[in-house]
């Protein structure tokens, strides 16, 4: 019997080989399909991990420019505000020496004071005009002052003002300086 049992074992097992190397090939089958799968979505993976990279990349570069326009805006705006400065500057500058030739068209304009009692000058009440005289009063040049509105401030004429104030520089005024005002008549 030994023979028999072993003839019928040995016959068995070739079928059994066989099962098992269908089931292992059928195994390797699934591992390569369920492989490409896998590399598929590694290599969408990847594709998207590039795309991030790229997305970082530009990011920085995006936060690199907004920190250059930034300080440029900065110096820009400095540069604005000392335009600015310099313009107004320019214009007070401008102002005063409008004052300075408005009181000079005023004398040109006005007729030259005539003798009293000279014959043919004026007669009346005309005839008493005397030249300026400084007053009591002083005045403190303030910001923006011009010749001609300190004297409408104070019921002067431009002209009485600069003839009792003969040393001043007009156009360079300065806060602070004293103007003598004329004597009121």
């Known amino acids: 019997m030994d023979t028999i049992s072993r003839e019928n074992n040995n016959s068995y097992l070739p079928i059994a080989g066989v099962i098992l190397g269908g089931l ?8 390569v399909v369920k492989l490409q799968g896998a590399n598929k979505k590694l290599d969408t993976l990847t594709e998207s991990v590039a795309k991030i990279d790229t997305v970082e990349t530009m990011a920085r570069n995006a936060q690199a420019i907004a920190e250059q326009a930034k300080s440029s805006g900065d110096r820009a705006n400095t540069m604005i505000n000392k335009v600015a400065n310099d313009t107004s500057t ?23 004071p005539k003798a009293a009692g000279a014959p043919g000058g004026p007669k009346g009440p005309a005839a008493e005009k005397v030249p300026a005289v400084a007053g009591p009063d002083e005045y403190i040049v303030k910001s923006k002052d011009t010749g001609s509105t300190i004297a409408k401030a104070h019921n002067v004429s431009l002209a009485d003002l600069m003839a009792v104030n003969p040393g001043l520089n007009w156009t360079k005024m300065k806060v602070g300086d004293k103007v003598k005002l004329p004597a009121k008549k």
């Open 90 to 112: 320019a214009f007070q500058d401008v102002a005063n020496t409008i004052g300075t030739i408005r009181a000079d068209v005023a004398k040109i304009q006005s007729p030259p």
């Open 24 to 31: 292992a090939l059928l195994i390797a089958v699934v591992v």
